[in-house]
Protein backbone atom coordinates (compact mmCIF):
# COMPACT_ATOMS: atom_id res chain seq x y z
CA UNK A 1 0.00 0.00 0.00
CA UNK A 2 1.82 3.65 -0.88
CA UNK A 3 0.30 5.14 3.01
CA UNK A 4 2.95 3.01 4.27
CA UNK A 5 5.58 3.74 1.69
CA UNK A 6 5.09 7.86 1.67
CA UNK A 7 4.15 7.76 4.99
CA UNK A 8 7.46 6.16 7.40
CA UNK A 9 5.91 4.61 10.56
CA UNK A 10 7.69 5.39 13.54
CA UNK A 11 8.89 1.63 13.51
CA UNK A 12 10.58 2.21 10.26
CA UNK A 13 14.40 1.62 10.91
CA UNK A 14 16.78 4.86 9.51
CA UNK A 15 17.90 4.86 6.23
CA UNK A 16 21.42 4.33 5.57
CA UNK A 17 23.88 7.21 5.25
CA UNK A 18 23.85 9.09 2.72
CA UNK A 19 26.36 12.32 1.03
CA UNK A 20 23.18 13.84 0.07
CA UNK A 21 22.20 15.86 3.10
CA UNK A 22 24.77 14.37 5.49
CA UNK A 23 23.56 13.80 9.02
CA UNK A 24 20.35 15.19 7.68
CA UNK A 25 19.14 12.36 5.92
CA UNK A 26 17.98 11.22 9.44
CA UNK A 27 15.99 13.99 10.00
CA UNK A 28 12.57 12.05 9.38
CA UNK A 29 10.23 11.73 11.95
CA UNK A 30 11.66 15.10 14.06
CA UNK A 31 10.69 18.11 15.17
CA UNK A 32 12.54 20.17 17.72
CA UNK A 33 9.57 23.16 17.97
CA UNK A 34 6.32 23.14 18.57
CA UNK A 35 3.24 24.94 21.32
CA UNK A 36 1.05 23.51 23.93
CA UNK A 37 -2.07 24.98 25.91
CA UNK A 38 0.96 25.77 28.55
CA UNK A 39 1.75 28.71 26.15
CA UNK A 40 0.04 30.22 23.20
CA UNK A 41 -0.76 26.68 21.65
CA UNK A 42 -4.18 25.24 20.81
CA UNK A 43 -3.74 22.02 21.79
CA UNK A 44 -2.90 20.18 25.38
CA UNK A 45 0.18 18.44 25.76
CA UNK A 46 -1.51 15.25 25.46
CA UNK A 47 -3.31 16.12 22.64
CA UNK A 48 -0.14 17.26 20.71
CA UNK A 49 1.58 14.08 21.28
CA UNK A 50 -1.28 12.38 19.69
CA UNK A 51 -1.19 14.48 16.75
CA UNK A 52 2.62 14.20 16.38
CA UNK A 53 2.26 10.40 16.84
CA UNK A 54 -0.91 10.47 14.13
CA UNK A 55 1.93 12.19 11.77
CA UNK A 56 4.40 9.84 11.83
CA UNK A 57 7.11 11.71 14.33
CA UNK A 58 9.08 9.82 16.47
CA UNK A 59 11.86 12.31 18.77
CA UNK A 60 9.88 15.80 19.21
CA UNK A 61 10.66 18.68 21.75
CA UNK A 62 8.02 20.74 23.11
CA UNK A 63 9.17 24.06 23.32
CA UNK A 64 6.51 27.00 24.94
CA UNK A 65 7.15 30.15 25.28
CA UNK A 66 9.03 30.88 28.77
CA UNK A 67 7.58 27.97 30.19
CA UNK A 68 8.26 23.70 31.07
CA UNK A 69 5.07 23.63 32.57
CA UNK A 70 3.67 21.30 29.63
CA UNK A 71 6.79 18.93 29.94
CA UNK A 72 5.44 16.40 32.46
CA UNK A 73 2.09 15.98 30.57
CA UNK A 74 3.78 15.24 27.08
CA UNK A 75 6.86 13.61 28.73
CA UNK A 76 4.42 10.79 29.77
CA UNK A 77 1.46 11.12 26.56
CA UNK A 78 5.06 10.32 24.63
CA UNK A 79 6.33 8.03 26.74
CA UNK A 80 2.99 6.09 25.67
CA UNK A 81 2.94 6.57 22.31
CA UNK A 82 6.46 5.16 22.04
CA UNK A 83 7.73 8.31 20.81
CA UNK A 84 11.34 10.12 22.63
CA UNK A 85 9.98 13.77 23.90
CA UNK A 86 12.72 16.29 24.80
CA UNK A 87 12.50 19.22 26.79
CA UNK A 88 12.47 21.82 25.77
CA UNK A 89 11.22 25.85 25.79
CA UNK A 90 11.46 28.94 23.98
CA UNK A 91 13.05 31.91 25.75
CA UNK A 92 12.12 35.44 24.68
CA UNK A 93 14.86 37.96 24.62
CA UNK A 94 15.93 41.18 23.00
CA UNK A 95 19.29 41.78 21.15
CA UNK A 96 19.48 45.56 19.20
CA UNK A 97 15.72 46.59 20.48
CA UNK A 98 14.60 43.35 18.73
CA UNK A 99 12.67 40.31 20.04
CA UNK A 100 14.85 37.61 19.18
CA UNK A 101 13.76 34.37 20.47
CA UNK A 102 16.28 31.02 21.81
CA UNK A 103 14.74 27.75 22.21
CA UNK A 104 16.60 25.74 24.61
CA UNK A 105 16.59 21.90 24.07
CA UNK A 106 16.93 20.72 27.98
CA UNK A 107 18.19 16.83 28.08
CA UNK A 108 18.01 17.79 32.37
CA UNK A 109 15.06 20.10 32.51
CA UNK A 110 15.58 23.65 34.32
CA UNK A 111 18.81 23.28 36.07
CA UNK A 112 20.86 26.23 37.54
CA UNK A 113 20.60 29.92 36.64
CA UNK A 114 17.73 28.77 34.79
CA UNK A 115 15.26 28.17 37.02
CA UNK A 116 15.33 31.55 38.78
CA UNK A 117 15.63 32.88 34.77
CA UNK A 118 11.90 30.96 34.24
CA UNK A 119 10.49 32.78 37.45
CA UNK A 120 11.69 36.52 36.02
CA UNK A 121 10.07 35.26 32.78
CA UNK A 122 7.16 34.50 34.31
CA UNK A 123 7.21 38.06 36.35
CA UNK A 124 7.95 40.13 33.18
CA UNK A 125 5.03 38.54 30.83
CA UNK A 126 2.86 39.43 33.87
CA UNK A 127 4.29 42.81 33.70
CA UNK A 128 4.14 43.32 30.24
CA UNK A 129 0.71 42.01 30.07
CA UNK A 130 -0.25 44.74 32.72
CA UNK A 131 1.44 47.55 30.16
CA UNK A 132 0.09 46.29 26.87
CA UNK A 133 -3.60 46.06 28.27
CA UNK A 134 -2.84 49.50 29.69
CA UNK A 135 -2.52 50.31 25.88
CA UNK A 136 -4.38 48.66 24.35
CA UNK A 137 -7.35 50.06 26.29
CA UNK A 138 -5.92 53.62 24.94
CA UNK A 139 -6.80 52.26 21.25
CA UNK A 140 -10.06 51.11 22.37
CA UNK A 141 -10.27 48.23 24.33
CA UNK A 142 -11.97 48.55 27.36
CA UNK A 143 -10.72 46.02 30.14
CA UNK A 144 -8.47 44.63 27.70
CA UNK A 145 -6.74 42.82 30.29
CA UNK A 146 -9.72 40.67 31.61
CA UNK A 147 -10.55 40.32 27.85
CA UNK A 148 -7.17 38.72 27.01
CA UNK A 149 -7.26 36.60 30.21
CA UNK A 150 -10.60 34.95 29.13
CA UNK A 151 -8.98 34.21 25.91
CA UNK A 152 -6.55 32.33 27.46
CA UNK A 153 -8.72 30.41 29.14
CA UNK A 154 -6.09 29.21 31.85
CA UNK A 155 -4.07 31.53 34.39
CA UNK A 156 -1.10 30.85 32.41
CA UNK A 157 1.39 34.55 31.40
CA UNK A 158 -0.50 36.25 28.95
CA UNK A 159 1.35 36.41 25.44
CA UNK A 160 0.74 38.92 22.78
CA UNK A 161 -1.92 36.26 21.01
CA UNK A 162 -4.29 36.67 24.10
CA UNK A 163 -4.27 40.37 23.21
CA UNK A 164 -5.17 40.06 19.33
CA UNK A 165 -7.72 37.47 20.10
CA UNK A 166 -9.50 39.97 22.29
CA UNK A 167 -9.30 42.58 19.87
CA UNK A 168 -10.80 40.20 16.96
CA UNK A 169 -13.50 39.49 19.82
CA UNK A 170 -14.53 42.46 20.42
CA UNK A 171 -14.56 43.82 16.68
CA UNK A 172 -11.41 45.96 16.93
CA UNK A 173 -9.94 44.48 13.92
CA UNK A 174 -11.19 41.44 11.51
CA UNK A 175 -8.62 39.12 12.49
CA UNK A 176 -5.20 38.08 14.37
CA UNK A 177 -3.13 38.91 11.49
CA UNK A 178 -4.30 42.20 11.35
CA UNK A 179 -4.34 42.78 15.10
CA UNK A 180 -0.37 41.77 14.86
CA UNK A 181 -0.08 44.47 11.74
CA UNK A 182 -1.82 47.09 13.67
CA UNK A 183 -1.47 47.02 17.20
CA UNK A 184 0.88 44.01 18.29
CA UNK A 185 3.71 43.48 15.85
CA UNK A 186 7.15 44.33 16.16
CA UNK A 187 7.42 48.24 16.60
CA UNK A 188 3.90 48.54 17.40
CA UNK A 189 1.93 50.42 20.09
CA UNK A 190 1.60 46.97 21.69
CA UNK A 191 4.71 45.16 21.20
CA UNK A 192 6.60 46.06 24.62
CA UNK A 193 9.63 43.82 25.08
CA UNK A 194 11.74 46.35 27.24
CA UNK A 195 11.40 43.72 30.38
CA UNK A 196 13.31 40.78 28.53
CA UNK A 197 16.49 39.41 29.41
CA UNK A 198 19.20 40.10 26.78
CA UNK A 199 19.97 37.49 23.98
CA UNK A 200 23.45 36.66 25.81
CA UNK A 201 21.75 36.06 29.43
CA UNK A 202 19.00 33.90 27.89
CA UNK A 203 21.99 32.04 26.22
CA UNK A 204 23.89 31.52 29.74
CA UNK A 205 20.69 30.23 31.71
CA UNK A 206 20.51 27.36 29.23
CA UNK A 207 24.00 26.67 29.21
CA UNK A 208 24.18 26.67 33.10
CA UNK A 209 21.45 23.96 32.93
CA UNK A 210 23.14 21.70 30.50
CA UNK A 211 21.25 22.20 27.12
CA UNK A 212 21.74 23.57 23.82
CA UNK A 213 20.88 27.03 22.69
CA UNK A 214 18.98 27.33 19.86
CA UNK A 215 18.70 30.15 17.85
CA UNK A 216 14.65 30.41 16.48
CA UNK A 217 13.66 30.79 13.09
CA UNK A 218 16.50 33.37 12.21
CA UNK A 219 14.80 34.24 8.89
CA UNK A 220 11.52 35.63 10.72
CA UNK A 221 13.21 39.02 12.27
CA UNK A 222 13.30 41.24 9.04
CA UNK A 223 16.86 41.28 8.65
CA UNK A 224 19.35 41.81 5.98
CA UNK A 225 21.59 38.58 5.90
CA UNK A 226 24.71 41.29 7.03
CA UNK A 227 22.75 42.08 10.11
CA UNK A 228 21.30 38.22 10.20
CA UNK A 229 25.19 37.52 10.66
CA UNK A 230 25.53 40.40 12.99
CA UNK A 231 22.74 38.30 15.43
CA UNK A 232 24.29 34.83 14.38
CA UNK A 233 27.76 36.71 16.03
CA UNK A 234 26.50 37.73 19.05
CA UNK A 235 24.76 34.84 19.70
CA UNK A 236 28.04 32.01 19.21
CA UNK A 237 29.96 34.83 21.67
CA UNK A 238 27.86 34.68 24.15
CA UNK A 239 27.57 30.69 24.05
CA UNK A 240 24.81 29.49 21.77
CA UNK A 241 26.02 26.50 19.42
CA UNK A 242 22.91 26.39 17.33
CA UNK A 243 20.37 27.90 14.91
CA UNK A 244 17.22 26.84 13.39
CA UNK A 245 17.85 25.68 9.62
CA UNK A 246 14.33 24.95 8.89
CA UNK A 247 11.71 26.28 10.65
CA UNK A 248 8.51 25.27 9.04
CA UNK A 249 8.25 25.90 5.19
CA UNK A 250 10.90 28.28 3.73
CA UNK A 251 12.46 28.50 -0.03
CA UNK A 252 15.59 26.54 -0.54
CA UNK A 253 17.91 28.86 -2.00
CA UNK A 254 17.70 30.74 1.05
CA UNK A 255 17.87 27.60 3.33
CA UNK A 256 21.36 26.77 1.59
CA UNK A 257 22.40 30.27 2.46
CA UNK A 258 21.61 30.16 6.07
CA UNK A 259 23.63 27.09 5.89
CA UNK A 260 26.40 28.59 4.95
CA UNK A 261 26.06 31.59 7.57
CA UNK A 262 25.51 28.77 10.45
CA UNK A 263 29.00 26.47 8.85
CA UNK A 264 30.90 29.67 9.19
CA UNK A 265 29.87 29.79 12.30
CA UNK A 266 30.24 26.23 13.73
CA UNK A 267 26.61 25.93 14.75
CA UNK A 268 24.58 22.83 14.99
CA UNK A 269 21.38 23.13 12.53
CA UNK A 270 17.91 22.29 14.17
CA UNK A 271 14.79 21.29 12.44
CA UNK A 272 11.16 22.18 13.47
CA UNK A 273 7.59 23.22 12.92
CA UNK A 274 6.97 26.02 15.07
CA UNK A 275 3.51 24.47 15.42
CA UNK A 276 0.75 26.48 17.43
CA UNK A 277 -2.94 25.22 16.13
CA UNK A 278 -3.78 22.64 14.00
CA UNK A 279 -5.27 23.84 10.49
CA UNK A 280 -2.55 26.61 10.23
CA UNK A 281 0.08 26.74 7.83
CA UNK A 282 1.96 23.92 9.49
CA UNK A 283 1.13 20.80 11.33
CA UNK A 284 3.87 18.69 13.53
CA UNK A 285 6.68 17.58 11.55
CA UNK A 286 5.73 20.04 8.75
CA UNK A 287 9.04 21.96 7.06
CA UNK A 288 11.43 22.08 4.52
CA UNK A 289 13.03 19.42 3.54
CA UNK A 290 17.15 20.05 4.09
CA UNK A 291 19.02 20.93 1.00
CA UNK A 292 22.70 19.01 1.21
CA UNK A 293 24.86 20.56 3.52
CA UNK A 294 28.09 20.15 5.84
CA UNK A 295 26.60 20.75 8.75
CA UNK A 296 25.74 19.30 11.83
CA UNK A 297 22.20 18.14 12.86
CA UNK A 298 21.37 19.08 16.61
CA UNK A 299 20.69 15.69 17.53
CA UNK A 300 23.91 15.17 17.13
CA UNK A 301 25.43 17.15 19.66
CA UNK A 302 27.50 15.36 22.40
CA UNK A 303 24.51 17.33 24.98
CA UNK A 304 21.86 15.64 23.14
CA UNK A 305 22.76 12.48 21.23
CA UNK A 306 22.11 9.64 23.77
CA UNK A 307 18.66 10.92 23.47
CA UNK A 308 18.09 12.33 20.30
CA UNK A 309 20.60 10.52 17.75
CA UNK A 310 19.16 6.78 16.74
CA UNK A 311 22.57 6.26 15.54
CA UNK A 312 24.21 6.62 18.53
P1 LIG B 1 4.65 36.92 22.81
O1 LIG B 1 5.33 35.63 23.16
O2 LIG B 1 3.66 37.32 23.83
O3 LIG B 1 5.65 37.99 22.47
O4 LIG B 1 3.80 36.65 21.50
C1 LIG B 1 4.47 36.26 20.31
C2 LIG B 1 3.66 35.19 19.61
O5 LIG B 1 2.64 35.80 18.84
C3 LIG B 1 4.48 34.39 18.61
O6 LIG B 1 5.11 33.32 19.23
C4 LIG B 1 3.42 33.90 17.65
O7 LIG B 1 2.82 32.73 18.15
C5 LIG B 1 2.37 35.00 17.69
N1 LIG B 1 2.43 35.88 16.51
C6 LIG B 1 3.42 36.69 16.14
N2 LIG B 1 3.12 37.36 15.02
C7 LIG B 1 1.88 36.96 14.67
C8 LIG B 1 0.98 37.29 13.60
N3 LIG B 1 1.31 38.19 12.67
N4 LIG B 1 -0.23 36.68 13.57
C9 LIG B 1 -0.56 35.79 14.51
N5 LIG B 1 0.23 35.44 15.55
C10 LIG B 1 1.43 36.01 15.62
MN1 LIG C 1 3.86 31.66 19.77
MN1 LIG D 1 9.24 32.31 18.10
MN1 LIG E 1 7.69 29.19 18.59
Same mark, same amino acid.
Given at each position: MPMNETHASPATPAAPSSPETGGFDDAQGIDLHMHSTASDGALAPAALMA??? *?? =?LTRV?? %?????????? *??????????? %???? =????????? +????????????? &? $?????? /??? &??? $??RV %? @???????????? /????????? @?AQAGSDRPLGRPDFAKAMVADGLVKDMGTAFKKYLGSGKRGDVKAGWPYLSEVVEWINDAGGVAVLAHPLRYGLT @???? =?????????? +??? &?? *?????? $?? &??? %????????? *? @??????? +????????GPVAPGSMSPVPRTALRPVWQHPRLAAILDRAA
Open positions: LCR *ER =GAL %TDHDTLDGVA *EARDAAASLGM %TLLS =GLELSSQWQ +GLNIHVVGLLPQG &A $QGRLVA /GLE &AQA $QA %T @RGEEIARRMEKL /GLPDALAKA @R @RRKR =GLLLDAFTAA +GGE &AC *ELVSGF $QN &ADV %TRDLARQLD *E @RGLYGSL +GSDFHFPG
